[in-house]
Each structure stands twice: as structure tokens, then as C-alpha cells.
């Protein structure tokens, strides 16, 4: 059974800097993808930053290019988002999410739709 916990969420200023943790159990690694989903109040929930669950090539969403940097850590079975020089407009709950789906790649709406494994989320709250 796959189970995934968020951890290191919590409240800054702007332009400090938090790094989410997901302990992931049960999930084969050696397919699918991995990545990090928020959703704000009164917002649809969008990509924050994926990676293939093997390793390798890393996708973020415009919004936090050059800011955030996810990183997976197989032998430890984690997931880590570095999140720095935040803003209020990152504001949000945090979730890790998985497939084990093969994609091609591991954006897009459409991929998005295959992540079936979800945590319960870690808020991230960024005052000015």
C-alpha cells in the first residue's frame, strides 16, 4: 500500500525560504513519476514541480522557476521541495503526489490526471 506524508510546512516572511519533506512508502520506484501539487483557498489545485520517480529530469511550473528545486532521494524514500525567496502568492497547501504510470513526461494537465497516490498535505503560509 503506498502512503506518502508531507512534513515542513509552516509560516514566513517573504523571501524566506521552507523545504518540504513526503516520505513515501509501498511506491516502486523504478516507474512513474513523483512531484509536489498546492492548491490555494478558492483555487484550483495546479503543478508545482514533478520529477520521474527513477530520477532524472525535473519540471516546474513557471511561477517558481529559479525559486524551488525538487529533489528525490530513492534510497531514503523522500521527496524534498526547496522552496526559497517565497512569496504570498505561494501561500497554499502543499501535496506529493505519485503515479506509476510510464509517461512520457511528468507535466501537463493531462499527465497530471494519472497521479493517483496522494498525501493529506502540508499548508505553506508566506506573509508580507
Known amino acids: 500500500q503506498v502512503q506518502l506524508v508531507e512534513s515542513g510546512g509552516g509560516s514566513v516572511q517573504a523571501g524566506g525560504s521552507l523545504r518540504l519533506s513526503c516520505a513515501a512508502s509501498?511506491?516502486?520506484?523504478?516507474?512513474?513519476?513523483m512531484g509536489w501539487f498546492r492548491q490555494a483557498p478558492g483555487k484550483e489545485r495546479e503543478g508545482v514541480a514533478t520529477?520521474?520517480?527513477?530520477?532524472?529530469?525535473?519540471f516546474y511550473a513557471d511561477s517558481v522557476k529559479g525559486r524551488f528545486t525538487i529533489s528525490h532521494d530513492v534510497a531514503k524514500n523522500m521527496l524534498y521541495l526547496q522552496m526559497n525567496t517565497l512569496k504570498p502568492e505561494d501561500t497554499a497547501m502543499y501535496y506529493c503526489a505519485a503515479t506509476e504510470r510510464t509517461l512520457v513526461d511528468c507535466w501537463g494537465l493531462d499527465n497530471f490526471a494519472y497521479f493517483t497516490y496522494w498525501g493529506q498535505g502540508t499548508q505553506v503560509t508566506v506573509s508580507s
Open positions: 509501498g511506491f516502486p520506484y523504478r516507474t512513474g513519476c
Open positions: 520529477t520521474y520517480s527513477r530520477g532524472g529530469s525535473t
